[in-house]
């Protein structure tokens, strides 16, 4: 008789599920999950951290569309996987957990690392269940990979007792589960549509928003042809930009605020009125605003500001029924209106602002000066890793984004030490597909630190990413050397430290180096630009560019605070 392990059964199925990824730390019981995985064809990529390795299995299901899975040991392992999880659930992103567990004749003696394992997971995932037996495995699989796919995406979690893991079974008696379908595309109402077209016809200042939803939803080609069709101006939420190009002529991101106070009617294309568009509520929007709102989730809708029209399904196929209406009808959003006046004067009046502050040579160098020579070296077609305070709101200003889902950032949950698993995960998938795109990971100093670590996980692999990590020595900002040794003087710097403080001028460049990376201290234009060039060139190892800037370098002046307001 032909037997199988547990083992090979959850390997064997994660590929019949097509899952082609796998991230994590092995350890008593799963070290076999991770090489039965490999046997299968998985590519098993082992990283320094959990929270780490179920960041870059997300990022998978959202580059992909297909979940990447995070293998993981019991208790405490599986714990700091929840972050990752919770932050997956939160962006929308798919992605399955394996989590091995005590064996269950074990169970209540008080096991090795035992824990409430599917029970701690139910609150941050869609799915959580471990199979009954060996038998089970691929029934199981197959519903975790589903779940996380299909409607809104998200976590799933199974787990694996320690004793099933080895177990074997006859090949005869396991049930074939073929692979799940794709998720069903539904389409909105004709009526809706029709009322949707009626409401941007009457609008006076129309705007449309784009969200990751409709990234991940791969609606750039429908969205792109609606845009251009329709003459309406966009505005892309964080990981909605690239969707269509920052530069297109409709983009009217440089005058974010102005867009959304004075809008009329909104078309809210896979973005949720939580805290990134600011509730949709005042003083940020209209207290009339008029909300047509595109969602696959129909929970989603009225959240925060109930929608004038609710158009519920696939975004991708949605857009394309707004089109099909605009160019039945012929109507186009006029280009001389005092609308598109108001916001292309405004958009020069912001570019002004963020080129004269580019334009100032002094030393150390301030964020905007190393973004404006980042943006000048870095290829149309890279992906962008972004996460830290000011490092990613004003690169989100100034680093262009030309291409759907290439920008990967703290997300919904605005969550720090995404950025090294995220760019893991990129590079993985650009190793397989080989299109030539650079992955780039700018980094602030404090966010850098959360998976520090991880830079030896892509010099391990030979992952050609390139780390930027612009450094003020501090969260939001620091001091200078000098202010510090003065501090230390003083006394106990536990005391008097301010808490936003880190190490001034540490050598984060070291760190890469000391790995076989290649590592560089940057202090100048003439150092950015020439140490960027040299690590876009090198494809063989990593490069991290630690960039020294002005501790007390800030954000130009906000016309709201938003989250800017503290009291420092």
């Known amino acids: 008789m032909d037997q199988v392990t547990g083992a090979q059964l959850i390997a064997e199925s994660l590929k019949t599920q097509k899952v082609e990824y796998m991230f994590g730390i092995v350890g008593v019981p799963i070290i076999e999950v991770a090489m039965a995985a490999q046997a299968a064809g998985i590519k098993y990529v082992g990283m320094r ?39 997956a659930n939160m962006n929308c992103w798919p ?151 920052d530069d297109h002529l409709n983009c009217v991101a440089a005058a974010r605020s102005r867009a959304l106070l004075q809008a009329d009617v909104v078309l809210l294309l896979g973005a949720r009125l939580n805290w990134i568009l600011h509730f949709g509520l005042p003083p940020r929007f209209d207290p009339d605003i008029r909300i047509i709102q595109i969602d696959l989730c129909a929970e989603e809708m009225g959240n925060n500001v109930r929608p004038a029209v609710a158009l519920l399904g696939d975004i991708s196929a949605i857009v394309t029924q707004l089109l099909e209406c605009v160019r039945k009808d012929g109507w186009k959003y006029p280009s001389d209106t005092e609308w598109w006046s108001t916001l292309k004067e405004k958009v020069a009046a912001n570019a002004k602002i963020s080129k004269a502050l580019a334009r100032q040579s002094t030393l150390p160098m301030n964020y905007y000066t190393v973004f404006h020579h980042i943006s000048q070296v870095l290829p149309h077609d890279c992906i962008i890793v972004s996460e830290g305070a000011n490092t990613m709101d004003i690169g989100r200003t100034m680093l262009n984004n030309y291409l759907p889902r290439h920008r990967l950032d703290a997300g919904t949950f605005g969550t720090m030490g995404v950025g090294l698993g995220f760019a893991i995960a990129a590079a993985a998938v650009e190793r397989s597909e080989n299109k030539g795109r650079r992955i780039v990971c700018v980094e602030g100093d404090s966010a850098f630190g959360f998976s520090g670590m991880e830079v030896e996980t892509m010099c391990r692999y030979n992952l050609p990413i390139v780390i930027i990590v612009v450094n003020n020595n501090g969260i939001y900002s620091g001091v200078d050397p000098e202010t510090w040794k003065e501090m230390a003087k003083m006394g106990d710097l536990a005391t008097i430290a301010p808490p936003v403080t880190l190490l001034p001028e540490a050598r984060y460049d070291e760190v890469m180096a000391a790995f076989g990376g290649r590592g560089f201290l940057v202090r100048t234009e003439e150092e950015l630009r020439s140490a960027l060039q040299l690590s876009l060139s090198d494809w063989e190892r990593p490069s991290l560019l630690n960039v020294l800037i002005d501790p007390s370098s800030d954000r130009k002046q906000q016309e709201f605070p938003w989250l800017t307001r503290s009291n420092l």
């Open 49 to 87: 951290n959990e929270q780490a390795a179920c960041y870059a299995a997300s990022t998978i299901g959202y580059l992909t569309g297909r979940p990447g899975a995070c293998l993981v040991v019991s208790g405490p392992g599986l714990i700091h996987a929840l972050g990752g999880m919770a932050n």
């Open 95 to 245: 992605v399955v957990v394996i989590g091995g567990s005590s064996d269950r004749n074990q169970e209540t003696a008080g096991a090795f690392q035992e824990f409430p394992q599917v029970e701690a997971c139910r609150l941050y995932s869609k799915f959580s269940a471990r199979p009954s037996s060996l038998e089970a495995i691929p029934a199981v699989i197959e519903k975790a990979v589903r779940t996380s796919i299909y409607g809104r995406p998200g976590a799933c979690y199974v787990d694996i007792a320690g004793d099933m893991v080895n177990a074997k079974v006859d090949r005869s008696k396991v049930r074939v589960v073929s692979c799940c379908s794709p998720p069903p595309i539904s389409l909105a109402e004709h009526s809706a549509i029709t009322e949707a077209i009626a409401v941007l016809k009457m609008a006076k200042r129309p705007l449309v928003i784009i969200g990751k939803g409709a990234a991940y939803g791969r609606a750039e080609t429908a969205l792109k042809l609606f845009v251009e069709t329709s003459g309406l101006p966009f505005l892309p939420t964080p990981m909605g930009k690239g969707v269509l190009p």
